[in-house]
């Protein structure tokens, strides 16, 4: 297949998209393709998410089972685990995890496994998306040597194969802004690999947006999620200042947040959760290492954002000692275990470091959260509890770590005796229990 043969392919909606990984990423991206008209395969390791998915069970928030079970019906959408089908794609979309491991680097194994899988199928004038996050560099110096060898040959990229970075840019829970209508970062390893690439989103998305480079594109998620992640934690120790001065910090962000310009409010909270803030800055601070150069904003960033469970634990301490009581055999009930409002998602959620210190402590800890009925701690699993009247009258202390749209907060601030709230969701609201504010 030649380059021109892939662009009118995808001119016509007669290019196979496929896409692994069928996350919070990939499932989004694939129904997204599926609905303007092409056949896609979801490929992933996992064969429960592919079984209920085949079932027409979404486990992904931002898809409805009605959304899934349309493309379905139309045969638009393949799940599957068999990556043999991988040879049927004119385009394939890799859209695996990228954590860090235990020591803070970068773990591309995922990226690297995903790419031999490819590599073993790749097909004359596919076009390769990476989209997981990733440090500068990763798509030419990881992926595209192995590509190049595959099968033993000698392919050449721009011409043999297509080969891309395009950032996700996923907001889970949003209701404003989902993979649609998302403006599309596009950077090609040659110029023919992004004019493909371009193509093939903008038949799906409202938007694309091309760069010079792959690396060029991977660096502009780094700078997104980065942009956040220190301002996050300078409203963090904004917050810890104020506390020490007598000021209501949420009071100063909404008035400076009144000036139109010069200013973007950023809010404190108890630490950062999710798979992109807490993780993607720090695969540039890693990547600034090897070339013997420090990411220092990111680094102190990251020390203060990493302090704020603590922090919220010692308001917890703090609150039970001016009871007479101590953290250990207080009960205390964690309220909302997801990373964010509103959404499943416990990855990288503070409230583990929250429940894990008090645990430590020796509190007796439990949760609410309507939308994750159970959690595995290092030290245990936890099931979500109903939040009952009696449930908060028998908490000593009960602490917002998500305030979720669901969650009855008017019960908890009627019967728990005392609320550090770290989300600010008890503004205006009437209670009896004593509140500790962030």
Request: hydrophobic residues 40%; contains cysteine; proline residues 5%.
């Amino acid at each position: 297949m030649t380059h021109k043969e892939l662009l009118d392919r995808i001119a016509t909606r007669n290019a196979t998209v496929a896409v692994l990984g069928l996350g919070y990423v990939g499932l989004p991206l694939c129904l997204a393709f599926a609905e303007q008209g092409f056949d896609v395969i979801g490929l992933d390791i996992d064969a429960r998410r592919v079984e209920a998915l085949q079932k027409g069970k979404s486990y992904v928030d931002d898809i409805t089972a009605d959304q899934l079970k349309a493309q379905l019906e139309r045969g638009k959408f393949k799940p599957t685990t068999d990556f043999d089908e991988l040879r049927k794609a004119h385009a394939v979309i890799v859209c695996v995890p990228t954590p860090l491991n235990k020591s803070g680097d970068p773990d591309i194994s995922y990226i690297v496994n995903a790419t031999l899988e490819v590599e073993k199928r790749l097909q004359p004038g596919q076009l390769i998306i990476l989209e997981s996050t990733t440090y500068p560099g990763t798509t030419v110096e990881v992926v595209l040597p192995r590509l190049a060898e595959a099968q033993g040959k000698s392919w050449k990229v721009g011409k043999d194969f297509f080969l891309s970075f395009s950032p996700e840019r996923i907001d889970p829970g949003s209701k404003k802004f989902t993979v649609r209508n998302t403006p599309k970062v596009v950077g090609g390893v040659t110029d023919k690999c992004g004019e493909a690439t371009s193509a093939l989103y903008a038949a799906a998305l409202e938007k694309v947006v091309p760069v010079s480079s792959a690396t060029a594109a991977e660096m502009v998620k780094i700078l997104e999620n980065t942009f956040r992640m220190v301002n996050i934690g300078l409203v963090n120790e904004i917050a810890i200042l104020c506390e020490r001065l007598g000021i209501d910090v949420w009071e100063v962000i909404d008035a400076a947040a009144t000036k139109p310009f010069g200013f973007l409010p950023f809010y404190p909270g108890p630490g950062l959760g999710g798979h992109c803030i807490p993780i993607d800055p720090f695969y540039l601070s890693w990547k600034m290492r090897t070339l013997h150069t420090k990411a220092r904003f990111i680094e102190l960033a990251g020390e203060v954002n990493s302090a704020m469970p603590e922090f919220i634990v010692e308001k917890v301490a703090r609150g039970l000692n001016d009871e007479k009581k101590a953290v250990r055999g207080s009960k205390v009930l964690i309220l909302g275990f997801a990373y964010k409002r509103d959404v499943s998602d416990v990855r990288e959620s503070p409230a583990f470091d929250i429940a894990t210190k008090l645990h430590e402590r020796g509190a007796e800890v439990s949760y609410h959260d309507p939308h994750a009925a159970e959690v595995t701690l290092d030290w245990g699993k936890l099931k979500s509890v109903a939040l009952t009247a009696d449930a908060c009258r028998k908490a000593d202390c009960a602490v917002i770590v998500t305030d979720h749209t669901a969650m009855d907060l008017a019960t908890v601030l009627e019967h728990c005796p005392l609320v550090v709230d770290s989300r600010n969701a008890t503004k205006g609201k009437p209670a009896k229990a004593r509140i500790l504010k962030l």
